[in-house]
């Protein structure tokens, strides 16, 4: 008769733990991942609401359209969207988006939105904020 020896479960132990580890680790790197990749996309959908409001603030006198066209532009990545147009971040709304004309500046920013992530939501009131100097000409 064999004797059966101590450790024969043993691998399977090990291999469950680090199973456990890796799973864990890779899990946080891809909630970090979307949420940087998340970000960086809102940085630069405010970054150009910005220049755009800079560009045309002159000419829109403080028009409230002028000023829909901008959150539509940081929204939707157009001014002037196709009814069925899809935000650039899930939950992303035209109401997420301020704006401010300043004499010689506009400003565009955030308030109430959150990256919605894997197992944290991460907000973003007055963040990301982006500030363009008014502009006298030149084309949008």
Known sequence: MKRQRRESGSALIEFSGALILLATLLTGIFEIGYTLYSYENLVHAVRAGARYAALGARESGGDPEFAKAVRNLVVYGDPK???QAKPIAP???PEHVDLVLEPGQATVSLRGFTIDALFRKIPL????LVTFP???GGSR
């Open 134 to 136: 008014i502009v006298s």
């Open 125 to 128: 009131n007055g963040r990301p």
């Open 81 to 83: 969207p196709a009814p």
């Open 91 to 93: 939950g992303f709304s």
